[in-house]
């Protein structure tokens, strides 16, 4: 199974902050990456999908790098409605696996 | 508009079953895979199991291999999940999904259901 480390599992930030969340693959998965938000008591909604195309919908601060194993995203000015966990997920191969979760909280 | 909606959760003993169901609207629900996620309370998303748009293939975690069974009825625009021999670690909120694409068994998932609560106790 391909594992999914992101970083960190926590950060604090501030309105207007720029952020950076990592994710790597334990083997390369090409751009096979999604990531999801989701705050709490809601289901996970799709930011980002092949890496770094933008899902219809997501506000243009978000942003998503990397291929091969190594994952970037991006949130270019925090706003309220951001904090919360943000997880990766391979779509490369069955089964499917996500990253333990980061989340983002208000400094 | 496009929408999933699971039902079926509860409260069952350990070694009990238990079938959730998917209800989807909005979209042709023929042609997309679908996934089962779950969500221990207080921890992160593991992916479950999915089916192809035709119901042809379908893929489980090892953690509910031998014990889940994925299954649709396209007639009635509803995805299933047949759970026996339930553990107490198979708690969780169950979620589907869809396949963010059509008529492909492989991609991210852009539509969730909002969940339900499975509750695996003595």
């Known amino acids: 199974d391909i594992q999914m480390t992101q970083s960190p599992s926590s950060l604090s930030a501030s309105v207007g902050d720029r952020v950076t969340i990592t994710c790597r693959a334990s083997q390369g998965i090409s751009n096979w990456l999604v990531w999801y938000q989701q705050k709490p008591e809601k289901a996970p909604e799709c930011l980002i999908y092949?890496?770094?195309t933008l899902q219809s919908g997501v506000p243009s601060r978000f942003s998503g790098s990397g291929s091969g194993t190594d994952f970037t995203l991006t949130i270019s000015s925090l706003q309220p409605e951001d904090f919360a966990t943000y997880y990766c997920q391979q779509y490369n191969s069955y089964p499917y696996t996500f990253g333990q979760g980061t989340k983002l909280e208000i400094k | 508009q496009v929408q999933l909606v699971e039902s079926g959760g509860g409260v069952v003993q350990p070694g009990r079953s238990l079938r959730l169901s998917c209800a989807a609207s909005g979209f042709t629900f023929s042609s997309y895979a679908m996934h089962w996620v779950r969500q221990a309370p207080g921890k992160g998303l593991e992916w479950v199991t999915v089916i192809s748009y035709d119901g042809s293939n379908k893929y489980y975690a090892d953690s509910v291999k031998g014990r889940f069974t994925i299954s649709r009825d396209n007639s009635k625009n509803t995805l299933y999940l047949q759970m026996n021999s339930l553990r107490v670690e198979d708690t969780a909120m169950f979620y589907c999904a869809r396949d963010r694409e059509q008529l492909v068994l492989g991609d991210a998932f852009d539509i969730w259901g909002q969940g339900t609560m499975v509750t695996v106790s003595s």
């Open positions: 092949a890496a770094s």
